[in-house]
């Protein structure tokens, strides 16, 4: 009798549980189909019933408008590959570097250099970012793709999360053998360390990554050439009017700088889960 | 020994040098040049000779605390970040806590966990313009949806309310970030020792009290996390606000302080000083913030540690005194 009760709350919780994950799992995935099946409508249809299931034919006719203007997928595409892929390998590699001259070695302001990188781990760009348009202006480097690339090296938090992860996972002992076989420390770092460090790189690259690939402030106040500008950048003139009744092309052009993203998470979702479930417990 | 020790240090400053270059070309100097502009009259396209003011130097700083449209900027961003955060807190731990239940096991986490965290990988500037399309007037999605069900009549110009504009930014927010913070939580909890989960069971404690008297007490260190790294990123929100509404909407409803540094800074003004004076005021709440996080996630034990080992050098040193002392008597 008493397990039957158990058996049944069980049961009713179980329902509730998968309704709200249910309902959940459509908030999430309503508005991207929305956005691709109209990508695929014309402005008339669109008109006629903006929401719909059902895609139609008009997929190169919006293509067509969209193209016919300012807004250049592929330009932006290609600067958002470029500047996400240099800071991405900038601070991976030198986080990964720092944080092994703070694992490693032992020098006499080992402790309050990481007290520093701790410190300063939460300051963000953007209230420095008058100052550091200042600075660039000034040596006539707005525009510059190095400007939004270099910064990168200096990444705090990733240093931490490098630190934390190389603790357990490297041995001293693997260092001190390769000293002792004749083994230079560049040499050592970068065939013994960074190869053991891999699972932390990888998921650290993806994150900055998409990081990088996102970023809308920095590239808006410093890149004010239109060759240069990248995918967020790219987006926000489809706010504007030259598209204003085009309502396909917008869902097409919105599309278009949604599906690299969706298509590298389709591929990479499980090392990001993890990656966000490891980057948040310390140590 | 100690010799070769002294000749591998330097290795130390060697790898952490090009962190400290970059770190002082682009973060430092920029800090305490912005610092600096706040207490100057740079203003105008191109200008860069700055003055610092003669008359009164926080003219910037009162100008800009008495300026409506930061006040309403900086009401803004506190009122969109608690109004979201608050249902997303609530939601992910309810979430976590489910799926780390251990007498029933939820099927299907994995997808569940995949599919929640999807829009926040996706780029804050085009879900703003794709939520700004589906409150279209007059026939957006949301719209469509409402005539249809017969809700409304005509259709409705959502985004001239200022409580809807703020509203579906609140959304945005929330629905961007509840599977980040859910998977955070879902971690801690998985990193809370089991055993104490089995005592609460065997005691016969339920579901709902083994929430509030076992897993929240635990999870006290990671709801901090949560707490200050979601305030300091709601703090900055820009990317949304700036492409959501042109011009901010109907009385600057959804006006943020980052949108106003950057109106004031670039686009139209360029008020540099202003602009730079409202950063430094932003950067000292965000150190506040910060700094209660650096204090929470300290590496408590290392600490003790150090105090242990500078206690035992001290007692060394003393006794080496009194040694010598006593040589010396």
Known sequence: MKTKSKKRTSVGFMIVVYVVCIFLTILSLFPFTIMIVNSTRSTYQIQQHAVSLVPSTFLLKNMAILLGKSFNPFRGFMNSIIISTGATLCAVYFSTLTAYGLVVYDWRFKRSFFSFVMAIMMIPTQVTMIGFYQMVYKIHMTNNMLMLILPAIASPAMVFFMRQYMIPALSLEIVQSARIDGAKEFFIFNRIALPIMKPAIATQAIFAFVTNWNNLFVPLVLLTDNKNYTMPIMVSLLKGDIYKTEYGSIYLGLTLTVLPLIIVYLFLSKYIIAGVALGSVKG | ?329
């Open chain 2, 1 to 329: 020994m100690k010799r070769k020790r002294v000749s591998y240090a330097r290795y130390g400053y060697f790898f952490c040098i090009p962190f400290a270059v970059a770190f002082l070309i682009f973060s430092l100097y920029p800090i305490i040049y912005t610092m600096l502009i706040g207490f100057t009259d740079l203003k105008g396209l191109g200008t860069t000779n700055i003055h610092f003011l003669s008359n009164d130097i926080f003219k910037n700083f009162k100008t800009i605390l008495n300026n409506n449209s930061f006040q309403t900027a900086f009401g803004n961003t506190w009122k969109m970040w608690i109004i979201n955060f608050v249902p997303q807190i609530v939601l992910a731990l309810l979430l976590a806590a489910w799926f780390t239940d251990t007498r029933s096991k939820i099927n299907g986490q994995g997808f569940f966990k995949v599919v929640f965290y999807l829009p926040n990988i996706i780029t804050a500037a085009t879900v703003a313009i794709l939520f700004a399309a589906f409150f279209g007037h007059p026939m957006g999605p949301v719209n469509d949806i409402f005539t249809s069900l017969g809700w409304s009549e005509k259709p409705i110009y959502f985004l001239r309310s200022k409580s809807v504009a703020q509203g579906v930014i609140e959304f945005i927010q929330f629905w961007q970030w509840y599977g980040y913070t859910m998977i955070v939580l879902v971690s801690g909890i998985l990193g809370i020792s089991p055993e104490i989960f089995e005592a609460a069971e065997v005691d016969g404690s339920n579901r709902v009290q083994t929430f509030f008297y076992v897993t929240l007490p635990n999870l006290k260190t990671i709801l901090l996390f949560s707490l200050v790294t979601s305030l300091i990123g709601g703090l900055q929100m820009f990317d949304i606000p700036q492409l959501f509404i042109a011009k901010q909407g109907p009385d600057n409803a959804t006006l943020t302080t980052s949108v106003f540094i950057y109106n004031q800074a670039f686009s139209g003004s360029y008020l540099y000083n202003r602009a730079a004076a409202a950063s430094v005021i932003m950067f000292i709440i965000i150190c506040i913030a910060s700094a209660c996080l650096f204090i929470a996630l300290r590496d408590k034990e290392e600490i003790e540690l150090h105090k242990l080992k500078k206690k035992q050098e001290k007692a060394y040193r003393l006794s080496m005194k009194q040694a010598k002392k006593g040589g010396n008597a």
